[in-house]
């Protein structure tokens, strides 16, 4: 099991938690947060060998969440607790990761593609998480 951290930047906040709980809508969070317990933290970076995954390189990673939570509980076989009127809505997060050795999974990124699907745009999003990556790497030496 690896451990999910999120990335802080160098005055400790952190703007992967801030956008996961102030941006995306109740759906889309449960979404997020059963994909990162369910199969993120369970799989790491094997997760890029799933429909789930994807390796961008030079260590960065891009968890693809297209379904509710409910959803992806039942796909690996756990029951879903249904949010009471939770409205249906298009699912297309990204979440962009990099798993550091066999323990941890460090969140650098993510964005609601169904929203800004531009290539600009996702470009942006790759581009900004590498810069986290690279920022955190400097920190740790």
Known sequence: MYTVEFYEDEAGASPIWRWITE???????????AALEEILAP?????CKTEFGKALGGGLC??????????????V??????AAAERPEKLLI??????HGDKLVLLVGGYDKARRSSPRHQ????????KRLGAWKRRRR
Do not use: C, W
Not at 25 to 31: E, N, V
Not at 94 to 99: C, M
């Open 62 to 75: 891009e968890l693809r969440i297209r379904q509710g939570a409910d959803q992806l509980l039942g796909r």
């Open 94 to 99: 990204r979440v962009f990761f990099h798993a």
């Open 23 to 33: 941006e995306l809508s109740p759906t889309q969070r449960r979404a997020v947060t």
């Open 123 to 130: 470009q942006a999003e790759i581009d900004l998480a590498r």
């Open 43 to 47: 799989m790491g970076i094997n997760v």
């Open 77 to 82: 076989g756990k029951a879903a607790v249904a």
